[in-house]
């Protein structure tokens, strides 16, 4: 009878150890399941926000300095394109950079933006060469445009105001753009008695212009390799301290100043939220 008992109690505890076994493999098995299940999501979720922001800082820089119609080339907008395009690219944007570009590379150029912005971006705009107001809007010279008449601003230039639009409307969250185009050009004599410069580029929605000169003055090119403009953007564009609006005004100030008040830029603001151009910055307000 002892030993009957002594030998189920063996058995039962057989069992159990057994049972024990199973459910500690099964508990096991759930926890390596859910971990693994935890690195996948962790892994999508890396992929997501590198893929974010990867395109969440973009630029398109536009220089044009070798135009025919022009008695000789314009040195600036070039050496500006590539400065700010090295600027840029160490605060973390991703740049699209044309130099000398006709109608259709501008064109292109806007194409590949938009299919590269989505509802994080913060998308910027630089244009360095001539520009030419036509009625209230400014207009981007491409390279190979032949104009003779005002009509022929609007069928061969670019306007401003809708590569801003086209920006808004593929869902950028933040739309600046720098216009450093405000020069005396060979177009406008041929319809007019002198140059006018831009029209006021007023800012759309969530979006901060900045432009070399005050509406309807034009600014002569400086001696040195790059425009005034961009040569006090570029001894701020890092700035660890102030948002972009800021960063602007401090440029309009450092320009009056270096040019004796004959240039003095203007800034358009709408934003929304404060913007960084400055790496560091930005990826601090994105964590929070």
């Known amino acids: 009878m002892i030993l009957r008992q002594l030998s189920v109690s063996r ?3 057989t069992i159990a150890a057994a049972l024990v076994g199973m459910v500690s493999l099964a508990i096991g098995a759930h926890a390596a399941l859910n971990k693994r299940s935890l690195d996948a999501a962790k892994a999508t979720e890396a992929t997501q926000i590198a ?6 800082r973009l630029a ?3 220089g044009n300095g070798h135009y025919p119609d022009a008695s000789a080339p314009l040195t600036q907008p070039i050496n500006d394109a590539r400065a700010i395009t090295a600027a ?7 740049v699209d950079v044309v130099e000398d570009a006709g ?4 064109n292109r150029a806007v194409g590949r933006l938009k299919a590269k912005i989505n509802s994080e971006s913060v998308v910027m705009l630089f244009f360095g060469g001539y520009g030419v107001q036509a009625g209230r809007e400014s207009y981007m010279i491409p390279v190979d445009a032949a104009i003779w008449k005002e009509s022929d601003v609007r069928r061969q230039g670019i306007s401003i105001e809708s590569v801003l639009e086209t920006i808004k409307q593929h869902g950028a969250r933040a739309r600046i753009a720098v216009i450093d185009a405000s020069r005396r050009n060979p177009y406008e004599r041929r319809f007019r008695g002198f140059s006018h410069g831009l029209a006021p580029v007023n800012a759309p929605d969530n979006a901060l212009i900045l432009s070399s000169a005050t509406p309807g003055q034009v600014a002569d090119d400086s001696s040195g390799q790059n425009s005034v403009l961009v040569t006090e953007l570029l001894n701020n564009i890092g700035s660890k301290a102030a948002g972009a609006e800021a960063l602007f005004t401090k440029t309009c100030i450092a320009v009056s100043r270096a040019s004796d008040g004959e240039q003095v830029p203007s800034v358009s603001s ?6 960084h151009l400055a790496a560091e910055m930005a990826a601090e307000k994105a964590g929070g």
């Open 103 to 106: 109608r259709d590379d501008i």
């Open 88 to 94: 840029l690219r160490r605060e973390g944007f991703e």
């Open 51 to 56: 893929r974010a922001n990867k395109a969440s």
């Open 11 to 13: 058995r039962s505890l």
């Open 60 to 62: 398109l820089v536009i």
């Open 270 to 275: 709408s934003l929304r939220e404060d913007v």
